[in-house]
């Protein structure tokens, strides 16, 4: 049973324009949600973070959005760079209780085209 | 320079052997986990611990085996009995705030040959 979705495996975007990358959730315990970036043969590392206190948080170039009425989340990225190619995980987290272990999507592929 | 470190970054394990796979970090993070990476199946928790002497099992944890036994230290076995161990493995650490989440290593390849 996958409790968060990324639908979109993969994505193209030419570079100046907005890269909007979607994740669905089921899991309404879960309260607060991440984004990662990963490139090939590395670890994911931390994009950008949202409680579920929040409807939106910024960082930069980077925004995430949180529909908690849809289980919804967006990551947008703008302007999009080529760097910014890579695939991209959104996690959630259901609380700090035990361990705060978060549950992760499949993964949206970027390009950022020239 | 605090991180997570992973080694070997690659290996390769013959069919019956068991390989275990190192993951220290140096952040004094209390909570380490061991997670999973196939193609198209996004990250799969295998084990996690949150503090020395005690981990649990994640959701796929059939086949593997991990030890706790120092706050830096989190090593993975992969034992024969995984039928399919062929992945990518990536081992990540968390200082329990919720605002950055985790911390991961570079990842090892592991093939079975």
């Known amino acids: 049973d996958q409790q968060v979705k990324q639908n979109s495996p993969s994505l193209s975007v030419q570079e100046g324009r907005i890269s909007i990358l979607n994740c669905d959730y089921t899991?309404?315990?879960?309260?607060?949600f991440l984004w990662y970036k990963k490139y090939p043969a590395e670890g994911p590392t931390f994009l950008i973070s949202?409680?579920?206190?929040?409807d939106k948080n910024e960082d930069g170039r980077f925004t995430v959005f949180l529909n908690k009425s849809a289980k919804h989340l967006s990551l947008h990225i703008v302007p999009s760079q080529p760097g910014d190619s890579a695939v991209y995980f959104c996690?959630?987290?259901?609380?700090?209780?035990?361990?705060?272990?978060?549950?992760f999507g499949t993964g949206t592929r970027l390009q950022v085209t020239l | 320079d605090g991180g997570i470190t992973q080694s070997p970054k690659y290996l390769f394990r013959k069919e019956g052997q068991n390989v275990t796979l190192s993951c220290e970090q140096n952040?004094?993070?209390?909570?380490m986990y061991w997670y999973r990476q196939d193609p198209g199946q996004g990250l799969r928790l295998i084990y996690y611990?949150?503090?020395?002497?005690?981990?649990q099992k994640g959701d796929i944890a059939e086949g593997y085996s991990v030890s706790r036994e120092k706050k830096e230290s989190f090593p993975l076995t992969v034992t024969s009995a995984q039928k399919n161990p062929t992945a990518f493995y990536l081992c990540?650490?968390?200082?329990?705030?919720?605002?950055?989440?985790?911390?991961f290593g570079s990842g090892t390849r592991l093939t079975v040959v």
């Open positions: 996690a959630a987290s259901d609380g700090p209780g035990t361990a705060s272990k978060l549950t």
């Open positions: 899991n309404s315990m879960f309260d607060y």
């Open positions: 949202i409680s579920s206190i929040k």
């Open positions: 952040l004094n993070h209390d909570a």
């Open positions: 611990s949150q503090i020395v002497n005690d981990f």
């Open positions: 990540a650490s968390e200082l329990r705030d919720r605002h950055y989440g985790y911390t």
